[in-house]
T-cell receptor
Framework: NAGVTQTPKFQVLKTGQSMTLQCAQD?????MYWYRQDPGMGLRLIYYSASEGTTDKGEVPNGYNVSRLNKREFSLRLESAAPSQTSVYFC????????????FGDGTRLSIL | AQKVTQAQTEISVVEKEDVTLDCVYE???????LFWYKQPPSGELVFLIR??????QNEISGRYSWNFQKSTSSFNFTITASQVVDSAVYFCALSDPTSGSARQLTFGSGTQLTVLP
């Protein structure tokens, strides 16, 4: 009963380093999402994938790239990390229809020094 | 464009008090869905309830109840006889046909509820 699994749970990077956040879901969902959560700002959508093979920008895509590797996996990459990208990152998935809720992973707490 | 407003940033109550969390939304569509999520101190986001725009019946689940009113574009959440375990951030979210190909959710900024013993 894993649902949405994110790795790693915590990460500290230095400015300029790169890293990839991994996300996998086992619910056979079509759509997947990456959010960042900052204090007082709720959840902001970074990128999403409506279905396997497609990705689109969300509200705050600058500084990030994504890959929808297959139906199960959706990764988020920071090519050159900046302190402004210090945040908690959440991956989510859903069936992709209007009435279906999104199911979230446990989050990745990322600090960039 | 769609928008969700949770005007209450923080609420603090004493255990056993009732508390209502407000959610006001904006959308131009007649078909849409509203959601509530809970984020406890452990950090995960938990789906609580979904409501569609054609169903204005209030819903009760144990100590939780939801009041959906299209006339005021509100979808408020009430916890009766609050408990310390209810302490969390609560998010209201909206999904409508303009939300994109993946049916993205528009989230409110959240309400931090603290229940004191």
């Amino acid at each position: 009963n894993a649902g949405v699994t994110q790795t790693p749970k915590f990460q500290v990077l230095k400015t300029g380093q790169s890293m990839t956040l991994q996300c996998a879901q086992d619910m056979n969902h079509n759509s997947m999402y990456w959010y960042r959560q900052d204090p007082g700002m709720g959840l902001r959508l970074i990128y999403y994938s409506a279905s396997e093979g497609t990705t689109d920008k969300g509200e705050v895509p600058n500084g990030y790239n994504v890959s929808r590797l297959n139906k199960r996996e959706f990764s988020l990459r920071l090519e050159s990390a900046a302190p402004s990208q210090t945040s908690v990152y959440f991956c989510a998935s859903s069936g992709g229809t209007l009435n279906q809720p999104q199911h979230f992973g446990d989050g990745t707490r990322l600090s960039i020094l | 464009a769609q928008k969700v407003t949770q005007a209450q940033t923080e609420i603090s109550v004493v255990e056993k008090e009732d508390v209502t969390l407000d959610c006001v939304y904006e959308t131009r569509d007649t078909t849409y869905y509203l959601f509530w999520y809970k984020q406890p101190p452990s950090g995960e986001l938990v789906f609580l309830i979904r409501r569609n725009s054609f169903d204005e019946q209030n819903e009760i689940s144990g100590r939780y109840s939801w009041n959906f009113q299209k006339s005021t574009s509100s979808f408020n959440f009430t916890i009766t006889a609050s408990q310390v375990v209810d302490s969390a951030v609560y998010f209201c979210a909206l999904s409508d046909p303009t939300s994109g190909s993946a049916r993205q959710l528009t989230f409110g900024s959240g309400t931090q509820l603290t229940v004191l013993p």
